[in-house]
């Protein structure tokens, strides 16, 4: 499963991770919800697939057979994620990273397909990477003399899993591969990216209630894990296909939107010097201001923020200034002519509430994402978010 800008996916790749590897500049993470998968598929195989499938071999062949399997298909999966990672190099875009989680992996790739037929091509490679590496896994088990030892059996194993990821990720439902297939195919022809991410959502969040669907008729037949894991699957692409719907919905209605029609327009600042008592009582408490500039002799030397304030124990508040807590520069800063869907971009990538909007080194304004939640929130009261979403 490839990632491009979905903001679900993308927390769930950044927080809660660590980094085991950096390869051709893109760090390779894994999600704390991947040890739990890693368990949970050595324990399957090591406990029902190769007793089943392989008599005989004794217990702790089975475990030592079973966590090598589960790991070289974490490696596949690493490996189709790297495809996709590859090809968005090689068309231009920017990848930050690759994180290894639950359900597969999640690319993150910080900047959008610019056409279809980049569309494609990043998407499309997933599922032939996996069908690659089901052949050669394949191949692989039938060059062994012999047949039913640990190798021959982890071989197969792959081959078939490895088939499956291919056919699973090409399945035409967003966030799957396919369904960004599909919406490449629908984009080239119809010209409206919104147009096609919606019609690939809808189809996504179709193929998820299958999934559903399947998964409680498996727990009614009594296989309750098999029903409970297909269904938890139909849960995520259906959360993760509307997540997509509503960013589309939202991104058209920033068309058009600059960042000086949504931000706070000459915010006012305040002294290094002012204690961060005076700054809660009058600024925070008594104005509701969330953040604000710092500035000293006409110039700008920091930002201070409730955050800020939060850091600092409550009975140091009248002993400390404003100066001693403030983020100092450089500040993160964004221009008045800037489309608001970039803004929004930054203060997610960065992981920041507000920037400043600068133009000629000069303050014109603030804009925090609960201003850009104010004015999406008062778009959707007016009914301009259902027409955006008609066009």
Known sequence: MSQYTQETLQELAMESSFRIARIRGIDIGVHYTWLLAFGLVSWSLAGGYF????????????????ILAALMLFVSVLIHELSHSFVAQARGLQVHSITLFIFGGVSNIKSDTEDARD???????????????????????????????????????????NLMLAVFNILP???????????????????????????????GQGLAFLFIGYGLFQILEGDFLNGLWIGFIGWFLNSAAEATRRQVAAEEGFRGVRVADVMVADPP???????????????VLRAGRRAMPVAQDGRIVGLVSLTDVKHL??????????????????????????????????????DVNQLLVVENGAILGMLSRGDVMRFLQLRKELGLEAAAGRR
């Open 51 to 66: 007793p089943q499938n392989y008599p005989g071999w004794g217990r702790p062949l089975y475990w030592t057979v079973g």
């Open 119 to 161: 569309e494609f091509l990043v998407a499309v490679v997933g599922p032939i990477s996996s069908l690659i590496l089901a052949g050669i896994f394949w191949l692989a088990a039938q060059a062994i003399p012999g047949t039913r030892g640990p190798l021959d059996a982890s071989l197969n194993y792959l081959a078939i899993v």
């Open 173 to 203: 439902g967003f966030p799957l591969d396919g369904g960004r297939v599909l919406r490449a195919i629908i984009w080239g022809a119809t010209g409206s990216v919104g147009r096609a991410t919606r019609i690939a959502s809808l189809v």
């Open 269 to 283: 600042m305040v002294s290094p010097a002012l204690s961060v008592r005076e700054l809660v009582d009058e600024h």
């Open 313 to 350: 124990p409550q009975e140091e508040w009248s002993r400390n200034s404003v100066g001693a807590i403030m983020t100092r520069p450089p500040l993160r800063t964004i221009g008045p002519r800037e489309e608001i869907s970039r803004a929004l971009a930054m203060l997610i990538e960065q």
